[in-house]
Protein backbone atom coordinates (compact mmCIF):
# COMPACT_ATOMS: atom_id res chain seq x y z
CA UNK A 1 0.00 0.00 0.00
CA UNK A 2 1.15 3.41 -1.01
CA UNK A 3 0.63 5.07 2.66
CA UNK A 4 0.61 2.93 6.20
CA UNK A 5 -3.21 3.08 7.52
CA UNK A 6 -2.86 2.65 11.84
CA UNK A 7 -5.62 2.50 14.37
CA UNK A 8 -5.37 2.62 18.22
CA UNK A 9 -7.17 -0.07 19.16
CA UNK A 10 -6.99 -2.82 22.65
CA UNK A 11 -9.01 0.26 24.23
CA UNK A 12 -12.60 -1.91 24.49
CA UNK A 13 -14.58 -0.74 21.65
CA UNK A 14 -15.71 -3.82 20.40
CA UNK A 15 -14.70 -3.20 16.88
CA UNK A 16 -10.86 -4.14 16.55
CA UNK A 17 -11.59 -7.37 14.64
CA UNK A 18 -13.98 -5.48 11.97
CA UNK A 19 -11.05 -2.88 11.83
CA UNK A 20 -7.94 -4.98 11.01
CA UNK A 21 -8.58 -6.12 7.69
CA UNK A 22 -9.01 -2.62 6.25
CA UNK A 23 -5.55 -1.24 8.15
CA UNK A 24 -1.92 -1.97 8.15
CA UNK A 25 -0.61 -1.45 11.16
CA UNK A 26 -2.12 -0.68 15.24
CA UNK A 27 -1.25 1.31 18.01
CA UNK A 28 -2.67 -1.44 20.92
CA UNK A 29 -3.60 0.33 24.65
CA UNK A 30 -1.00 -0.64 27.38
CA UNK A 31 -2.44 -0.34 30.61
CA UNK A 32 -1.68 3.69 30.86
CA UNK A 33 -5.68 4.81 29.58
CA UNK A 34 -6.98 1.67 28.87
CA UNK A 35 -6.11 -2.30 28.43
CA UNK A 36 -4.80 -5.12 30.26
CA UNK A 37 -2.89 -8.10 29.72
CA UNK A 38 -6.28 -10.17 28.77
CA UNK A 39 -7.06 -7.20 26.24
CA UNK A 40 -3.33 -6.95 25.15
CA UNK A 41 -2.92 -10.55 24.58
CA UNK A 42 -6.02 -10.98 22.46
CA UNK A 43 -5.59 -7.76 20.26
CA UNK A 44 -2.25 -8.95 19.74
CA UNK A 45 -3.25 -12.12 18.36
CA UNK A 46 -5.61 -10.41 16.66
CA UNK A 47 -2.76 -8.29 14.48
CA UNK A 48 -1.20 -11.31 13.92
CA UNK A 49 -3.87 -13.15 12.48
CA UNK A 50 -4.11 -9.91 9.88
CA UNK A 51 -0.76 -9.79 9.55
CA UNK A 52 -0.17 -6.37 11.25
CA UNK A 53 2.68 -4.18 12.60
CA UNK A 54 1.86 -3.75 15.98
CA UNK A 55 2.83 -0.40 18.05
CA UNK A 56 2.58 0.03 22.14
CA UNK A 57 0.47 2.97 22.74
CA UNK A 58 0.98 4.27 26.06
CA UNK A 59 -0.41 6.59 27.92
CA UNK A 60 -0.89 9.07 30.49
CA UNK A 61 -1.94 6.73 33.89
CA UNK A 62 -5.17 7.86 33.65
CA UNK A 63 -7.83 5.20 32.80
CA UNK A 64 -10.59 7.70 34.57
CA UNK A 65 -10.44 10.34 31.82
CA UNK A 66 -8.94 7.78 28.83
CA UNK A 67 -5.44 9.45 28.94
CA UNK A 68 -7.08 12.84 27.32
CA UNK A 69 -6.14 14.96 29.94
CA UNK A 70 -2.88 16.61 31.08
CA UNK A 71 -1.40 14.98 34.05
CA UNK A 72 0.76 17.09 36.14
CA UNK A 73 2.88 14.79 37.70
CA UNK A 74 7.45 14.32 38.10
CA UNK A 75 8.90 13.74 34.62
CA UNK A 76 10.68 10.60 36.31
CA UNK A 77 7.49 9.18 37.37
CA UNK A 78 5.96 9.35 34.37
CA UNK A 79 8.90 7.96 32.48
CA UNK A 80 8.64 5.04 34.55
CA UNK A 81 5.01 4.70 34.02
CA UNK A 82 5.42 4.91 30.29
CA UNK A 83 8.50 2.79 30.12
CA UNK A 84 6.29 0.12 32.24
CA UNK A 85 3.55 0.10 30.03
CA UNK A 86 5.47 -0.24 27.10
CA UNK A 87 7.94 -3.36 28.70
CA UNK A 88 4.41 -5.02 29.41
CA UNK A 89 3.20 -4.86 25.62
CA UNK A 90 6.87 -5.74 24.10
CA UNK A 91 6.34 -8.77 26.58
CA UNK A 92 3.46 -10.29 25.37
CA UNK A 93 4.48 -9.29 22.28
CA UNK A 94 7.69 -11.27 22.21
CA UNK A 95 5.55 -14.45 23.58
CA UNK A 96 3.08 -14.50 21.22
CA UNK A 97 6.32 -14.81 18.25
CA UNK A 98 5.92 -10.93 16.99
CA UNK A 99 8.11 -7.98 17.41
CA UNK A 100 7.10 -4.80 18.51
CA UNK A 101 7.92 -2.58 15.17
CA UNK A 102 6.29 1.64 16.54
CA UNK A 103 5.65 3.30 19.90
CA UNK A 104 3.35 6.05 19.36
CA UNK A 105 2.13 8.04 22.22
CA UNK A 106 -1.24 8.21 23.32
CA UNK A 107 -4.40 11.46 23.73
CA UNK A 108 -2.62 14.23 25.55
CA UNK A 109 0.39 12.62 26.04
CA UNK A 110 0.89 12.75 22.50
CA UNK A 111 -0.09 16.25 22.24
CA UNK A 112 2.21 17.24 24.63
CA UNK A 113 4.91 15.44 23.17
CA UNK A 114 4.42 17.86 20.42
CA UNK A 115 5.10 21.09 21.90
CA UNK A 116 6.55 20.51 25.20
CA UNK A 117 10.41 19.50 25.34
CA UNK A 118 10.75 18.74 28.64
CA UNK A 119 7.98 15.79 27.85
CA UNK A 120 9.23 15.41 24.33
CA UNK A 121 13.03 14.95 25.79
CA UNK A 122 11.90 12.52 28.35
CA UNK A 123 10.10 10.41 25.31
CA UNK A 124 12.54 10.36 23.28
CA UNK A 125 14.97 9.09 25.89
CA UNK A 126 13.23 6.25 26.79
CA UNK A 127 13.56 5.59 23.24
CA UNK A 128 17.17 6.14 22.55
CA UNK A 129 17.73 4.11 26.13
CA UNK A 130 15.44 1.32 25.12
CA UNK A 131 14.33 1.14 21.99
CA UNK A 132 16.87 2.94 19.85
CA UNK A 133 15.87 0.04 16.87
CA UNK A 134 11.73 0.97 17.27
CA UNK A 135 10.12 3.71 14.79
CA UNK A 136 8.00 6.05 16.54
CA UNK A 137 4.72 7.27 14.63
CA UNK A 138 4.71 11.66 15.69
CA UNK A 139 3.32 14.52 13.62
CA UNK A 140 5.06 16.27 11.21
CA UNK A 141 6.60 19.67 12.96
CA UNK A 142 6.42 18.49 16.44
CA UNK A 143 9.27 18.67 18.95
CA UNK A 144 8.94 15.46 19.69
CA UNK A 145 9.79 13.98 15.88
CA UNK A 146 12.20 16.50 15.61
CA UNK A 147 14.35 15.30 18.73
CA UNK A 148 14.01 11.82 18.10
CA UNK A 149 15.42 12.44 14.59
CA UNK A 150 18.56 14.41 16.07
CA UNK A 151 18.57 10.80 18.51
CA UNK A 152 19.06 8.72 15.09
CA UNK A 153 15.31 7.52 15.83
CA UNK A 154 13.21 6.41 12.89
CA UNK A 155 10.36 8.60 12.71
CA UNK A 156 7.46 8.12 10.52
CA UNK A 157 5.47 11.07 10.05
CA UNK A 158 1.44 10.63 11.33
CA UNK A 159 -1.20 12.69 9.81
CA UNK A 160 -5.11 12.42 11.28
CA UNK A 161 -7.73 11.19 8.91
CA UNK A 162 -10.70 12.19 11.68
CA UNK A 163 -9.17 15.16 13.02
CA UNK A 164 -9.38 18.87 12.70
CA UNK A 165 -6.22 20.76 12.36
CA UNK A 166 -5.44 24.31 14.04
CA UNK A 167 -2.93 26.82 12.17
CA UNK A 168 0.40 25.17 14.38
CA UNK A 169 -0.81 22.02 12.85
CA UNK A 170 -1.59 20.66 16.57
CA UNK A 171 -5.05 18.86 16.48
CA UNK A 172 -8.21 20.87 17.29
CA UNK A 173 -9.06 20.51 21.00
CA UNK A 174 -11.85 17.85 21.17
CA UNK A 175 -13.72 20.23 23.51
CA UNK A 176 -14.27 22.07 20.35
CA UNK A 177 -17.34 21.21 18.00
CA UNK A 178 -15.18 19.98 14.59
CA UNK A 179 -12.62 18.48 16.32
CA UNK A 180 -13.73 15.34 15.23
CA UNK A 181 -14.61 14.12 11.88
CA UNK A 182 -17.22 11.44 11.69
CA UNK A 183 -18.47 11.08 8.20
CA UNK A 184 -16.45 9.89 5.07
CA UNK A 185 -17.81 12.23 2.95
CA UNK A 186 -15.61 14.96 5.71
CA UNK A 187 -12.65 12.62 5.73
CA UNK A 188 -11.88 11.52 2.43
CA UNK A 189 -10.99 15.57 0.98
CA UNK A 190 -9.49 16.06 3.96
CA UNK A 191 -7.22 13.06 3.17
CA UNK A 192 -6.70 12.79 0.21
CA UNK A 193 -4.88 16.49 0.23
CA UNK A 194 -2.57 15.34 2.80
CA UNK A 195 -1.58 12.12 0.70
CA UNK A 196 -1.99 13.13 -2.30
CA UNK A 197 -0.48 17.52 -2.23
CA UNK A 198 1.15 17.60 1.17
CA UNK A 199 -1.15 19.99 2.93
CA UNK A 200 -3.95 19.85 5.15
CA UNK A 201 -6.36 22.63 5.48
CA UNK A 202 -6.53 23.82 9.22
CA UNK A 203 -10.17 24.91 10.57
CA UNK A 204 -9.46 27.98 10.00
CA UNK A 205 -9.18 27.83 6.18
CA UNK A 206 -5.22 27.73 5.47
CA UNK A 207 -3.48 25.34 3.50
CA UNK A 208 -0.52 24.46 5.11
CA UNK A 209 2.70 21.70 4.02
CA UNK A 210 2.45 18.36 5.86
CA UNK A 211 4.20 15.56 5.74
CA UNK A 212 2.34 11.68 5.61
CA UNK A 213 3.56 8.46 6.14
CA UNK A 214 0.87 6.69 8.20
CA UNK A 215 -2.61 7.85 8.41
CA UNK A 216 -4.45 7.27 11.75
CA UNK A 217 -8.33 6.29 12.33
CA UNK A 218 -9.21 6.63 16.10
CA UNK A 219 -10.57 2.99 16.84
CA UNK A 220 -12.93 4.75 19.61
CA UNK A 221 -14.68 7.26 16.56
CA UNK A 222 -18.31 5.63 16.62
CA UNK A 223 -18.02 5.42 12.79
CA UNK A 224 -14.02 4.18 12.56
CA UNK A 225 -15.21 1.41 10.65
CA UNK A 226 -17.29 3.28 8.18
CA UNK A 227 -14.51 5.51 7.74
CA UNK A 228 -11.33 2.60 7.70
CA UNK A 229 -13.20 1.10 4.86
CA UNK A 230 -13.42 4.09 3.00
CA UNK A 231 -9.94 5.48 3.36
CA UNK A 232 -8.58 1.54 2.34
CA UNK A 233 -11.06 1.56 -0.81
CA UNK A 234 -9.15 4.97 -1.44
CA UNK A 235 -5.83 4.34 -1.16
CA UNK A 236 -6.57 0.97 -3.24
CA UNK A 237 -8.39 2.31 -5.95
Known sequence: ???????????????????????????????GHAGDDQTMQKTIELAIKNKL?????????????????????????LKDSILAQIETLEKWVNLKGAQLHHIKPHG???????IN?????????????????????????SIIAAL????????????????NYNDDLTLVNRKEPKAVLHRPEEV?????????EGTVKTLSGKSLPIKADTVCVHGDNPTALEITKAIYSLINK
Open 108 to 114: ALYNEAA
Open 148 to 163: AKDQGIKVEYEVFADR
Open 53 to 77: KIGAHPSYPDRENFGRLLMDMPLEK
Open 188 to 196: LPHLSSMIE
Open 117 to 141: PNIAKMFVQILTQRYPQTILYAQDG
Open 1 to 31: MPIDINSDLGEGMGSDAAIMPYITSCNIACG
